[in-house]
């Protein structure tokens, strides 16, 4: 017999259904505004009231990964025409694209190795802390430590601070010992930033996990590092998971340690968007085309380990 809900409760349940509808609103509508921004020709960027249709462009795209200059007078209709489509789309824009004066080749702007610095250095800190991590947290909750709370809470108190506030003696030491403006540095930096969260979060997945799996496999013939690899990590793959992309959207977006801790070599995309402002008046499209793309690989990540997410958010979460 189906249960019959009261004229209370159905009144809750729609006014939870209309917040839960208008907080997703209002969440979504910068990534909407950003998106859109990205696409859109640069004189509707501003426009009062906002634009909200238009022909999307992709020229923002084609300025962000060029160097570019103020077109000073029309360019002639040969060039335009034997112009590839995406320095077209520059010069429809009032700007030409700077070129090597020896070879002639258009000059490309910094943003895709600061691309690629981001994806190297957030990829191998993230490896590394939960790995590390992950190792910690089974050697906290399985063995017996001496003053195993003191170690855990001086591993948390690495978290109490914000990074701006060691961030000038962290340059300092890193320029005496050559790490600054090094994929090495930064990927130091953020493996010891991650690495207290990813104890703490994994402690309380592994705790989880009945040790009677592992006495099984011992008294079936197991070494502990095959206990550990075979029975503990499968099981405790959706905390590994969630622990993962919390990890990896740290390291992604860190901008304090990225702007004082590199120049050029090694800096990643954060610092760098800011500055596609143009020439003359701010070009926001190129800015939010940056942070469009920006976007994109922390969204596939988590769309990817999005079923361990939403069972790692509870697992762990309630002790025996």
């Known amino acids: 017999m189906a249960e019959v809900k009261t004229k209370g409760e159905v009144i809750f349940n729609r006014a939870a259904v209309i917040a839960v509808l208008m907080a997703l609103v209002i969440m979504l509508t910068p990534i909407f505004w950003i998106g859109a921004t990205a696409f ?111 170690w855990l809470f001086f591993i948390l108190s690495t978290r109490m601070l914000p990074p701006i506030v060691v961030a000038i003696p962290m340059f300092l030491m890193y320029r005496a010992v050559g790490l600054y403006d090094t994929h090495l540095g930064l990927i130091i930096l953020y493996t010891a930033f991650n690495l207290s969260f990813a104890v ?36 405790a793959l959706t905390g590994i998971a969630a622990t993962a992309v919390f990890c990896f959207i740290t390291a992604w977006n860190e901008y304090a340690f990225a702007l004082m801790m590199t120049s050029r070599n090694a800096q990643t995309a954060p610092p760098y968007i800011p500055s596609q402002v143009g020439s003359g008046l701010s070009d926001w499209t190129v800015i939010a085309s940056g942070a469009f793309l920006f976007l994109v690989p922390v969204s596939i990540f988590t769309f990817l380990l999005r079923n361990h997410l939403l069972r790692g958010m509870s697992f762990g979460a309630i002790r025996k």
């Not at 979060?201 to 496999?217: C, Q, S, V």
């Open 40 to 150: 859109k020709p640069r004189n509707l960027a501003t426009t009062a009231p906002p634009t909200v249709f238009f022909e999307p462009t992709l020229s923002p795209f084609a300025k962000l990964f060029t160097k570019r200059s103020q077109l000073r007078e029309p360019v002639s209709e040969e060039v335009y025409a034997a112009a590839p489509w995406w320095e077209k789309l520059v010069y429809d824009g009032g700007e030409q694209v700077v070129r090597n004066k020896k070879t002639g080749e258009a000059t490309t702007s910094g943003y895709g190795s600061r691309y690629m610095n981001s994806l190297i250095v957030s990829i191998i800190s993230t490896f590394l802390a939960v790995s590390m991590g992950t190792i910690t947290a089974y050697g906290f909750s399985r063995f017996r430590v001496a003053g195993e709370q003191d």
């Open 200 to 235: 703490w979060i994994m402690k309380g997945f592994i705790d989880e996990i009945p040790r009677e799996y592992e006495e099984a496999a011992l008294v079936d013939g197991y070494t502990r590092l095959q206990a550990f690899v075979k029975i503990v990590l499968p099981e």
